[in-house]
């Protein structure tokens, strides 16, 4: 096959993901544990480099994903370097599968790799309070509010307005870490309680430390492929049933609602085109910067109703065995977090699916059967973009 060859509506596949090697990894460089979870990947897949002539990357570089993909010896003939925050890699896969799809490209290599905590204990860089002070945000940086403060401003309103509580929140964490102590790549994995949540040094109110992600080290690749592929894979493949893509603001002020994130349209859209209800998934990979944002995100994609978020996250639902195990990894809050986490989640959900997340911390449905569907939301800025993607199995 060649790019460019009008294939029409193919279906697209996952075929391979990998982690690098993530938590603390002091002696890599960002470009390293690109290559490192990019021949993971592939060896994953069970397909030749060959086969890749698409390729995704952001985050990294004077010219991503020119840059990127130069260090990894490709030469693609179909690139995107889309930067929305965390959601970029939602975003990203919905392009690439639209690529694929439509003959443009056949197999697309998503590869995400980054040193920020190492680069921070080691001086090469320092903590950002904010992503800039240019544009829009010159209206509001002067005045301190920095990113987490957008984020616990928007946590005191659903409070407000629906009667959230702050040990309904901390439920969130301690759910996701009871989820990481089963996880060997988690870097967080003793168990926490909703008091040591709640006592914790405050970081921006309402969040305590363990309200807020963890900062690691870590890479991790996504391959995607077209239908051909598949009798050549290593693996049984897993599906990409529909996406989709919402943007909603910069400024603080022309928010409209800070209880409803982008993804009430990403969502929707990605479960129209997939053609399941959320009620059908068998479990949900979300992006947890905070606490908060599994919360509002729970709720957008239709898990529970608006305002019903801090009810839902009770009595363990979050959990593996739960009723819909969220952040099965232990997520941003517990596994690792190393900057624009989204393709972490689309690998977790693919490893779930696939049946492969380990005998401890495998999800199984009623009776013991595999999980088969699976949503991936990733959320960018401070609620100002979000993807969503629905994964299918068999």
């Known amino acids: 096959m060649t790019s460019g060859t009008p294939y029409g509506n193919r279906r697209v596949a996952v075929a391979g993901v990998a982690l690098s090697d993530c ?10 544990l690109h290559a490192q979870a990019a021949r993971r990947a592939l060896a994953d897949s ?9 390729f995704a990357s952001a985050g990294l ?4 994903p020119v840059e990127v993909a130069e260090y990894l ?13 965390g959601s970029t890699w939602e975003v990203l896969a919905a392009h690439a599968a639209d690529a694929i799809a439509a003959g443009h490209a056949n197999a697309v290599l998503l590869v995400y790799g980054s040193t920020a905590r190492a680069d921070l204990k080691a001086g090469r860089r320092t903590a950002n309070l904010s992503f800039g ?11 301190g509010h920095t990113l987490i403060a ?6 005191r309103r659903h409070m407000h307005q629906y009667g959230t509580t702050l040990e309904q929140l901390a439920q969130i964490a301690v759910q996701a870490r009871a989820n990481a102590a089963a996880n060997p790549d988690a870097m967080y994995r003793d168990p926490i309680t909703v008091d040591e949540v709640l006592s914790g040094p405050v970081i921006a109110d309402p969040f305590t430390k363990l309200h807020c992600c963890i900062r690691s080290d870590g890479g991790c690749a996504v ?23 919402a943007v909603s603001h910069t400024t603080m002020s022309e928010w409209d609602d800070f209880t409803v994130s982008p993804a009430a349209v990403s969502g929707r859209l990605a479960f129209e085109r997939a053609g399941v209800r959320p009620d059908e998934i068998d479990l949900a990979e979300l992006y947890d910067a905070f606490t908060y944002m599994t919360l509002v995100t729970l709720e957008d994609l ?14 363990g639902r979050l959990l593996r065995d739960g009723e819909l195990p969220v952040n099965t990894d232990g997520g941003g809050l517990a596994a690792c977090h190393p900057g624009m986490r989204g393709l972490f989640l689309l690998v977790e959900a693919v490893r779930q699916l696939r049946g492969e997340a380990g005998p401890d911390r495998q999800v199984r449905k009623p009776g013991g059967a595999l999980p088969q569907l699976a949503v991936a939301s990733g959320t960018g800025g401070w609620f100002c973009s979000s993807g969503t993607v629905v994964l299918g199995r068999g």
């Open 23 to 32: 938590g603390r990894v002091d002696e890599a460089t960002p470009y390293a």
């Open 223 to 245: 391959l995607l492929v077209a239908e051909d592929y598949v009798p050549d894979l290593a693996k049984p493949p897993v599906w990409v049933l529909g996406s989709g893509t």
């Open 61 to 64: 570089g004077t010219l991503a």
């Open 133 to 143: 002070a240019r544009g829009p945000l010159q209206f509001e940086v002067p005045y």
């Open 73 to 85: 010896g490709l030469h693609p003939t179909w690139v995107d370097s889309t930067s929305v925050g």
């Open 150 to 155: 957008k984020y616990a401003m928007a946590a």
């Open 46 to 54: 069970g397909l030749d480099r060959s086969v890749i002539d698409g």
């Open 302 to 315: 239709g898990f529970c109703a608006k305002g019903e978020g801090g009810a839902f996250v009770e009595k």
